[in-house]
């Protein structure tokens, strides 16, 4: 059996998904997501101009193969670019693979350990009350899981995850008016003021029920982080994510030592070497790697194995910077995972998204269902594809309010 092409698609909806698309010499193709956020030419590029010319004429069943000869034969190792676009050749190698055994894939890992993966929704306002009635607006849709982002009093810009539209606006943060980056404004003596006593009255107004999340998106200093995870460690929350950019792991130490509350980490990182001393020391709770940005399914298991040695659980990344078919990479694994513990997902389900990629996976009460279609159980329609291309768009950039840049 062989490869006989590779095809890039770089557009979509409201986002410039990049979708790769294996073929074969028996008929049977595959579907792989190399979407890097803001950044979406570059995985594409580097699967265009050097990793489909060395895939044509491979055995596709040799996908453990196949990651370590771009792996290792890159030479220049990691990266997110090539770990996306690894990570897509992967994703559709495994799609391959499940459909030749005529089986969903999460059957290969092991079959299911779970019927339904809890998912959390986003809530956001620009103020607390607004938080609250976009909470409310999730729980009434049986959400059992919720993150809260909040506008913070007297901060010039809204701050990080809060839409600008109100309750179920969806918070794409990618400007499409061109590769320059807006700009926002933090304070953090400011958010400290506020957040735990909003987190507070959250808990009190959902009762101890529902799973409260917060993203604190890498914004506070090491003592900061422990401060503040001291301040909310009654609210009881289900995670707080990303306390302190996670380049300097030591500082969860810190965290740790004044605080219980279950931390988050992942969402950047893109390799097993990112997060080993993380997941061995037992300094985070949650690892919330993305099956795209970290290399694909072969990758991201191995991530998972080590973790679940560590009491470490699965939050996979599903901001809405993934396409369909790294959220049903997700979903196999999901379904399979002894440490699964949570998914991030943003309903894209748009017509024009189901269009573009029909699938059969389901979001019931927060509970997501994964397909028993052979592979993914998610198809690309080329069709639909024509009329999308790649927009250039950027993420904001953030600054303290002494122009200082601060991190995003
Ligand atoms: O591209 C950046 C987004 O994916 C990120 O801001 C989303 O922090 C995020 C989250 O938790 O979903
Ligand atoms: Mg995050």
Redesign the pocket.
């Known amino acids: 059996m062989k490869i006989t092409d590779a095809k890039v698609f770089v557009g979509g909806p409201g986002k410039n998904y990049v979708t790769l698309k294996i073929v074969t010499d028996q008929g049977v193709y595959g579907l792989g997501d190399a979407t890097l956020?803001?950044r979406e030419t570059l995985p594409a590029a580097y699967l265009q101009d050097y990793l489909i010319p060395n895939l044509i004429g491979r055995d596709p069943r040799n996908s453990e193969d196949i990651w370590q000869f771009f792996y290792r034969g890159a030479y220049f190792r990691r990266g997110p670019i090539a770990m996306a676009a690894f990570g897509a050749i992967d994703m559709a190698l495994w799609d391959i693979k499940a459909k030749l055994a005529d089986m969903p894939l999460y059957q290969l890992f092991g079959g299911k350990s779970r019927d339904g993966a809890l998912v959390y929704a986003?809530a956001t306002g620009s103020d607390l009350e607004d938080l609250i009635d976009s909470i409310a607006f999730y729980v009434e849709q049986g959400y059992k899981a919720v993150?809260v982002q909040c506008g913070i009093p007297g901060m010039p810009t809204k701050g990080?995850?809060v839409a600008d539209k109100g309750l179920t606006d969806t918070p794409f943060?990618t400007d499409f008016s061109g590769v320059h980056p807006k700009e926002e404004i933090w304070d953090t003596d400011r958010y400290m003021r506020f957040m735990p006593a909003a987190l507070s009255e959250i808990r009190d107004r959902f009762g101890p029920e529902l799973k409260i999340l917060h993203?604190v998106?890498h914004r506070l200093l090491p003592r900061e982080a422990a401060e503040f995870a001291k301040a909310v460690e009654h609210v009881n929350l289900f995670w707080l994510?990303?306390p302190t950019p996670a380049d300097d792991q030591s500082a969860l130490k810190l965290i740790r030592q004044h605080s219980t509350v279950p931390i988050a980490i992942g969402?950047v990182f893109n390799s097993i070497w990112d997060c080993n001393q993380l997941i061995e020391n037992e300094l985070i709770d949650f690892i919330?790697v993305a099956v795209t940005y970290a290399g694909g399914i072969t990758h991201v298991k191995r991530i998972v194995d080590l973790a679940a040695l560590h009491h470490v659980r699965t939050g996979f990344?599903?901001?809405p910077?993934h396409s369909p078919l790294c959220m049903a990479a997700q979903a196999h694994l999901n379904a399979w995972a002894p440490n699964f513990g949570i998914q991030?997902y943003l309903v894209l389900d748009t017509p024009e998204c189901d269009a573009l990629f029909p699938a059969k996976h389901t979001l019931i009460n927060g509970m997501m269902y994964v397909s028993d279609e052979p592979g993914l159980g998610v198809d690309f329609d080329e069709n639909e594809a024509a009329q999308y291309s790649y927009k250039p768009g950027s993420?904001p950039i953030v600054r303290l309010e002494d122009g200082t840049l601060w991190n995003?």
């Open positions: 956020n803001n986003h993150r990080y995850g943060i993203d998106h994510e990303d969402e919330r990344h599903g901001a910077s991030e993420h995003y």
